[in-house]
């Protein structure tokens, strides 16, 4: 380069920097200039030597990305530095420990969890778009600014992607829809969400996104004709109640005009609200709600509202921290149009997401925001010991979901995602609360634990201390934190079932003359065609393998205990024959997503998955459901190219299945008989009653009662005692 060419860059360094301290959301302090200051020194002394793939000197990156932090973020002094210093330790010869010499703790802290970010190990056995993310994660712990500033450097990326060969475009633009774009409308940052998912499309699916950007362009001149109109409509009776406001439009992003388009199969010119009218007002915070409220009345008295599309924020603001009212109202042309109502608080909070709230509380108040969330990211959190790509699946769902509100019986309002249930609240409310629900009561009336909750509902949960979780919980359940306890609970009776049915299967053997020892654990664990010893004692614990399968078993031993010495004469070795075919069909079966359906499939011919492998199901365009093992050499590039086609997937034992299933009785009516029926059926392990049907008719009864059953096993056993009860003439499944 030339003298003249560096010293133009050098000036336009010099310009970027004054910029950047100028257009700062947050007031600067004298100390924070001077430590954006030290910060830009370091960057530009450690990045002199590096340029861009464009050619363009490094330090233009480091700064770009402040700016997004400090502008369109809007964070504080420490955020700005930080962001000037994340490649630092990456890329050059300053290490952390300079940085924390230098800046202190929490500048080198944010630094680290930056660094991390970007070197983490490339492990094939796993996506590592979910590790990723999940290490990402993981260093919330440390400072939230750490994900925050990874969001805005990876906007900055997205901006200058044009030197980049094709592949990486492609796989760093659906890395971002996949988990950059999500969680920036977790935090509330819905601009910078809006430009990602753009930005995105631009590069994943290019001819879409140019000729839906054409459109919009197309349009925007008879977009402003209508926003103009409507304003017309309304002005004169704002400007009478002496309010302060503008009326603008904001059309929709191209990514969610995209989005409309698949979800509805309609065409661009078919979707009617590509654009919303948004009325932003100014007004002292004591009054927001109430001049909120007084353009709503204005608005409807001129357009007819649609009484189903009213969205209250004000009342009840998002866990974002978003605060708006929304109406649909029919506007000129007889078009329905979307109407934003907001303060300019509200309007910077939704542009800002938290750093706005910091603007607006003041003293101990302003960590609030921000505590609020990352405690709500603590949960999805506590499920981090599951694998990766389930965790990152689950952390999605109770990302993207939108929310309603519930009201305890004391009236306290509780944040839910849509089509979270009463397990859901019991567990939101306190782990020990929905270890023991029973069940519960909305608006008054008592409904299933699988009830889809609504906004509005008021829900009482009932415990019971002999209450405890069941495998069907985890269908009723569908937030992270519940399903992650259900489980844990879980695997803890589990172990309990299997430690007793240890003990029962000692004394069986003792009784058959055989020694309970690992050996003996072992063939009984191949001969029942199980994989470990934990699920031969549960089974024998819940009745499945019961006295008649041991003593087989016994037998069997006993037998091969003879031939061994036989064959030991004759040195001919009998080979073990496992039949693969039993096992497939018997014992294990293929379920997918969180409500373990049973859908068609085929086994990928990459990896040839078999019973008991790690899996994931992949829906191809014309091949149905293809289901490929975790650790499959193509898993990596699927899960990232592909993440919305990617549906969770499992094997699981069939003998663990819970089966309905109808019982007939007849007899003599006596007092006290239907006690003695309960009582039986009630002892019996594992035996639940769904429905119960009596009739009594000139002295005699007739039954019917729907039963929940492991196996054929339980249910002889409990039609043999129930035949036992006096009164009792005949008991036969229907």
Not at 267 to 285: G, L, M, W
Not at 414 to 430: C, E, M, R, V, W
């Amino acid at each position: 380069m030339t003298e003249a060419a560096i010293e133009k860059e050098n000036k336009q360094i010099t310009k970027e920097y004054k910029e950047l301290l100028r257009i700062s959301y947050q007031t600067l302090t004298a100390a924070d200039k001077k430590l954006i200051r030290s910060a830009f020194d370091v960057a530009v002394d450690a990045h002199k030597n590096q340029r861009r793939k464009s050619g363009e000197a490094y330090i233009f990156h480091p700064l770009a990305v402040a700016k997004i932090v400090a502008s369109e973020i809007g964070l504080d002094a420490v955020s700005i530095a930080s962001a000037l210093l994340h490649d630092v330790v990456e890329d050059t010869e300053y290490t952390l420990d300079d940085l924390e010499r230098m800046f202190g703790e929490t500048v080198a802290r944010i630094v680290d969890g930056l660094t991390k970010i970007a070197h983490l190990n490339k492990d094939m056995n796993i996506s590592q778009q979910a590790e990723n993310f999940r290490k990402m994660l993981l260093t919330l712990n440390d400072d939230a600014r750490v994900i925050i500033i990874k969001i805005a450097d990876r906007y900055h990326n997205l901006l200058t992607m044009d030197s980049m060969p094709e592949h990486k475009q492609v796989k760093i633009a659906s890395e971002t829809l996949y988990i950059y774009a999500p969680l920036a409308h977790r935090i509330g940052l819905y601009n910078i969400k809006t430009e990602l998912e753009d930005l995105s499309l631009k590069y994943t699916e290019p001819e879409v996104y140019n000729d839906i950007q054409e459109k919009i362009e197309a349009t925007k001149e008879e977009q402003q004709a209508y926003i103009d109109d409507f304003a017309k409509v309304i002005n004169d009776s704002l400007d009478r109640e002496g309010l302060k406001y503008y009326i603008k439009g904001r059309t929709k992003s191209i990514y969610s005009i995209r989005k409309k388009m698949l979800a509805q199969n309609v065409s661009f010119d078919e979707i009617y609200d590509k654009f919303a009218i948004r009325i932003i007002y100014e007004s002292e915070p004591e009054n927001e709600k109430f001049i909120a409220w007084k353009i709503y009345s204005i608005v409807t008295d001129h357009f007819t509202p649609n009484p189903i599309r009213l969205r209250d924020w004000i009342s009840s603001p998002k866990s974002t921290g978003y605060e708006a009212l929304h109406i649909t109202v029919m506007g000129p042309e007889g078009n329905w149009v979307e109407v934003q109502i907001r303060s300019g608080r509200m309007h910077e909070i939704a542009e800002k997401g938290y750093a706005a709230h910091f603007k607006y509380k003041h003293g101990d108040q302003k960590e609030q925001g921000i505590e609020t969330w990352l405690n709500r990211l603590q949960e999805a959190l506590e499920t981090s010991n599951s694998n990766a790509v389930d965790f990152v699946e689950e952390f999605k769902l109770n990302l993207y979901s939108k929310e309603i509100f519930v009201f305890t019986p004391k009236g306290d309002l509780k944040s839910l995602p849509k089509g979270a249930t009463p397990l859901d609240l019991a567990f939101h409310i306190h782990t020990e609360i929905g270890m023991r629900t029973r069940g519960a009561k909305v608006n008054g009336k008592l409904v299933p634990l699988n009830t889809e909750l609504k906004s509005g509902d008021q829900v009482e949960i009932i415990t019971s201390e002999k209450a405890h979780p069941n495998q069907n919980w985890l269908d009723y359940a569908t937030t992270a934190r519940a399903r992650s306890k259900i489980r844990s609970s879980l695997r803890e009776e589990k172990k309990q079932i299997a430690q007793e049915g240890k003990e029962i299967l000692r004394r069986k053997l003792k009784s058959q003359k055989i020694t309970l020892s690992e050996d003996v654990i072992n063939k009984m664990v191949i001969y029942f065609k199980l994989k470990t010893s934990l699920d031969l004692f549960f089974r024998i614990g819940n009745g499945a393998i019961d006295n008649q399968k041991i003593k087989d078993f016994a037998s069997s031993y006993n037998n091969a205990f003879i031939s061994f010495f036989k064959n030991k004469i004759r040195r001919k070795p009998v080979p073990e024959e496992i039949d693969k075919e039993e096992i497939t069909s018997k014992y294990d079966m293929l379920v997918f997503g969180k409500e373990e359906e049973k859908l068609s499939y085929t086994l990928s011919k990459c990896c040839q998955p078999i019973p008991g492998d790690e899996v994931f199901g992949f829906i191809s365009v014309n091949e149905g459901i293809k289901v490929h093992k975790k650790n499959c050499p193509n898993a990596i590039s699927l899960q990232s190219n592909y993440a919305y086609r990617i549906i969770s997937a499992k094997w699981i034992d069939s003998t663990q299945e819970e089966f309905t299933s109808d019982i007939m009785l007849t007899g003599i009516d006596n007092l006290g008989l239907m006690n003695q029926i309960t009582a039986i059926i009630s002892d019996n392990m594992h035996v639940n009653m769904r429905n119960l049907n009596f009739s009594t008719d000139g002295g005699t009864f007739k039954g019917k009662i729907t039963l929940v059953v492991k196996n054929k096993g339980i249910l002889k056993k409990l039609i043999h005692n129930l035949k036992q009860i006096n009164g009792i003439d005949k008991v036969s499944r229907i």
